[in-house]
């Protein structure tokens, strides 16, 4: 089956911009966590969602913001761009909240320039 | 909130050699410990996960152990490969409280290289 995909996989982006970054996870997962990876902070938590509400929210400023749709696709989506938002954006899927498996896909690069 | 570290940054063995990787957490309800293993552009990729009610896990080369007094756990690979040269992330997360294991902490990660 196809695994959690995210689109689109570049981005670059000016400063000041928003952008929309869309995950859609393994058929019949319902959980959606969001992480940044930088070389700097290394892998940073975001937020979580389950049934379209969030359940988690890591220390990042309200410029970052998600959703859930019921279709269990997510999109997060980055306000008034700054250049350390740079980063890989991941997105990792879950079958429900009690399953602890997560599985990655495979990001997407954004670039503030 | 939680913590993790992890030891070495780096780490180079010969083809052959065994392999260990440490992680420590700081809080003590976390009870999901996973381990990824991410090649260079690609996907964090999951390879092996323990529970806090287990104190070891092994699936083939890799095992990991976990001491929950100590708070630490350790990633073993043996006869490592040249495929196994990879960055490795251990991770901690607790589903205390009804929340879920979605909110993973991460290591700062080990690049291992092994020389054939």
């Known amino acids: 089956k196809a695994g959690v995909t995210q689109t689109p996989r570049y981005l670059i982006k000016t400063r000041g911009q928003q952008v929309t970054l869309s995950c859609s996870p393994i058929s019949g997962h319902r959980s959606v966590s969001w992480y940044q990876q930088t070389p700097g902070q290394g892998l940073q938590f975001l937020f979580e969602?389950?049934?379209?509400?969030?359940?988690n929210k890591g220390n990042f400023p309200g410029r970052f913001s998600g959703r859930q749709f019921s279709n269990s696709r997510s999109e997060m989506n980055v306000s008034t761009l700054e250049l350390g938002d740079s980063a890989l954006y991941l997105c990792?899927?879950?079958?429900?909240?009690?399953?602890?498996?997560?599985?990655f896909g495979s990001g997407t690069r954004l670039t503030v320039v | 909130g939680e913590n993790v570290e992890q030891h070495p940054s780096t780490l180079s063995v010969q083809e052959g050699d065994s392999a260990v990787i440490k992680c420590t957490y700081s809080d003590s309800a976390s009870n999901y410990f996973p381990w990824y293993k991410q090649e260079l552009g690609k996907r964090p990729q999951l390879i092996i996960d323990?529970?806090?009610?287990?104190g070891e896990k092994k699936d083939q080369r890799i095992a990991v152990t976990l001491n929950k007094t100590a708070k630490h756990f350790s990633l073993h690979i043996t006869e490592t490969q040249p495929e196994d040269s990879a960055v490795y992330f251990c991770?901690?997360?607790?589903?205390?409280?009804?929340?879920?294991?979605?909110?993973?902490?991460f290591g700062q990660g080990t690049i291992l290289t092994v020389h054939p």
């Open positions: 323990i529970r806090s009610n287990v």
């Open positions: 969602y389950f049934s379209e509400t969030q359940r």
């Open positions: 990792a899927s879950s079958l429900d909240l009690l399953n602890y498996g997560y599985t």
């Open positions: 991770a901690a997360s607790s589903n205390a409280g009804g929340t879920s294991y979605g909110k993973l902490t």
